[in-house]
């Protein structure tokens, strides 16, 4: 007799219009028995039904978010209970910038359930304060602030979907310093001890896409070693985070403006992740804010 699968828990949190709801229908489609706004003192009823179901129910999700309001509180100690019963909820906690959130809450005409008698701003603000803890505490931390709704699905489906040949999902960032870090990095590349491009007038006007930026960028000193090294660390990590259950890393590679030595460097690590089978997705975001 084959012995049921062991019961996967998870936990879907974040900011109000961050994309919880998109996150629930992707855990839906991926055969996860999800629960919306359910009171976190609810979750071990919820497991116990999982548990009795022999295997037909061994994937739950719930939504949890300050609609819950006095319930919202209890979930700390329902996480502690379940982890001193073995089990650990996995948490994906959703977030976007101040101005995504405030457009995403004018474009459906409603009012964040926080703001009361305030603004929209008001009620993102007593949020993110409601939640940084547990922001800080979550397994995946997703910004959902460029991410359209088939990006979000892919993550979402790279972090929660059954095992497949990939053993390992990723995206490269390749960003600008000035123009902040980006806030779903699980590492950060600098590469700001290469000499800028920027200040070498021939080659302004291009890109790290571009053959002579990537040349002038990969030619400097020490450039090729840490390209190298980097990705000698990225194979470390990885293999570590596929033991753990992790199947997606974020890889963050920062310059001063994002699009000169970021990006020659991210197209390069994406190479060498893509070449260790790994499945590799490229942004670059701050391109073209110049």
């Not at 719930?62 to 819950?68: F, K, S």
Request: with cysteine; hydrophobic share 40%.
């Amino acid at each position: 007799m084959t012995s049921a699968a062991p019961l996967e828990l998870a936990i879907i949190t974040g900011l109000s219009g961050a994309g919880r709801s998109t996150a629930a229908k992707c855990l839906e489609d991926l055969g996860w028995f999800v629960v919306d706004n359910l009171p976190p003192a609810l979750l071990a009823t919820m497991t116990e039904l999982g548990l009795r179901s022999q295997g037909a129910v061994n994937r739950i999700a719930v939504v949890v978010d300050v609609r819950g309001r006095a319930f919202f509180s209890d979930l700390r100690a329902t996480l502690d209970a379940h982890s001193a019963r073995g089990m650990h909820p996995r948490v994906l906690f959703l977030e976007a910038a101040d101005e995504t959130l405030v457009r995403r809450f004018d474009h459906v005409r409603r009012p964040h359930p926080l703001q009361g008698d305030g603004r929209v701003v008001d009620g993102i603000s007593r949020e993110r304060t409601l939640l940084a803890q547990l922001r800080g505490e979550s397994d995946l931390v997703l910004d959902t602030t460029d991410l359209n709704v088939h990006e979000l699905r892919t993550k979402i489906d790279a972090a929660f979907g059954q095992p497949s040949g990939t053993r390992l999902a990723a995206t490269v960032v390749s960003f600008g310093y000035k123009y902040g870090l980006p806030l779903d990095a699980d590492l950060v590349a600098d590469c700001r001890f290469l000499p800028n491009p920027h200040w070498v007038a021939e080659l302004r006007p291009y890109t790290g896409r571009d053959p002579q930026v990537r040349d002038y960028v990969l030619e400097q000193p020490g450039a090729e070693e840490f390209v190298e090294q980097y990705a000698a660390l990225l194979r470390l990590v990885g293999e570590g985070y596929v033991r753990e259950g992790k199947r997606y890393l974020t890889l963050a590679v920062g310059c001063t403006g994002g699009k000169h030595r970021s990006v020659a460097v991210a197209e390069q690590l994406a190479g060498r992740l893509a070449g260790d089978g790994v499945g590799v997705r490229v942004v670059h975001r701050d391109l073209g804010r110049e």
